[in-house]
């Protein structure tokens, strides 16, 4: 990977980014390859590949952050200002302030289409992509009534009131408890609420491409991360199987049938990256 900055030791290395209208909080471990973690909407960067370290003792740099107004990260002065092309700006910054000009990009989620944003607006920043669970269709989310009752949940009623909100997890009875203890957790990780609250307002009805189409201009080496529907419905199967069918030479993956998805397993989903990084070696610099 070309011109990057490696830290001394392969520890955590917090940082800091400020930006126009709010500060980002991440963290880097390890040297070599650089890898931006991208992760999903009312998450935190923890939640891209759930602490497996197992890329670092592969060889790469991990870099995650928090996005604006989630996790440690400051809110957005503006509660407007959590679109995409807002979110596709930090992660360029981030990339900027560790001395990275390329990087792997794996997003998950809202992360995903963050990716693809910089991969089409920043294409020199990206050596490749791993989209992971896509739900964005290049559009603004049809139903944002939803997310505003998102929002009004956590806002009036934090974690709780989301819940309530949600509704039960469309999951596997065998899973609901599990899943509603997380999502519990995962709000309970945000120092700033409100950030939350107005990204869940603000970013569904954003656009991080237009239409799906656009996809079919994408020229990196790209792996898609997809899961089933009977446990991942927020996620469908079709969105990740027509990114497949739209972007040129991608790859696709996805966990066997009755396993709980590899979006879920940091360790597993780390091994799906690193043989794609393995196949892709000379592509990736």
Do not use: K
């Amino acid at each position: 990977m070309a011109d990057v900055t490696a830290p001394a030791t392969t520890g955590p290395q917090p940082f800091r980014v400020s930006r126009p209208d709010t500060t980002l909080s991440g963290e880097r471990f390890g040297t070599g390859t650089p890898i931006l973690l991208l992760h999903g909407l009312t998450a935190t960067r923890r939640y891209v590949l759930h602490g497996s370290s197992a890329l670092v003792r592969d060889g790469c740099a991990l870099i995650g952050y928090d996005a604006r107004g989630h996790g440690a990260s400051l809110p957005a002065a503006d509660p407007s200002q959590y679109v995409y092309d807002r979110l596709g700006d930090d992660a360029v910054a981030v990339l900027a302030a560790e001395g990275v000009e390329r990087a792997v990009l794996v997003g998950q989620s809202m992360g995903s289409a963050t990716a693809i944003n910089v991969a089409m607006r920043y294409p020199e920043r990206v050596a490749g992509l791993v989209i992971i669970t896509p739900a964005h269709r290049g559009a603004p989310s049809p139903n944002p009534e939803r997310w505003d009752a998102l929002a009004e949940g956590l806002e009036r009623g934090g974690p709780d009131g989301f819940l309530a909100a949600y509704g039960p997890p469309r999951v596997p009875a065998a899973m609901l408890e599990t899943t509603m203890m997380v999502i519990r957790q995962r709000l309970g990780r945000h120092e700033h609420p409100e950030g939350v609250v107005a990204a869940l307002r603000a970013t569904p009805r954003s656009t991080a491409f237009h239409g799906m189409a656009a996809l079919e201009g994408l020229d990196v080496p790209t792996l898609i991360v997809a899961s089933r529907d009977d446990i991942d419905v927020e996620h469908p199967l079709a969105v990740a199987e027509e990114y497949r069918e739209r972007i040129t030479g991608a790859e696709f993956v996805i966990e066997g049938a009755g396993q709980s998805p590899l979006a879920w397993r940091g360790g597993s989903l780390s091994r799906e990256i690193a043989a794609y990084l393995a196949r892709h070696g000379s592509d990736l610099r």
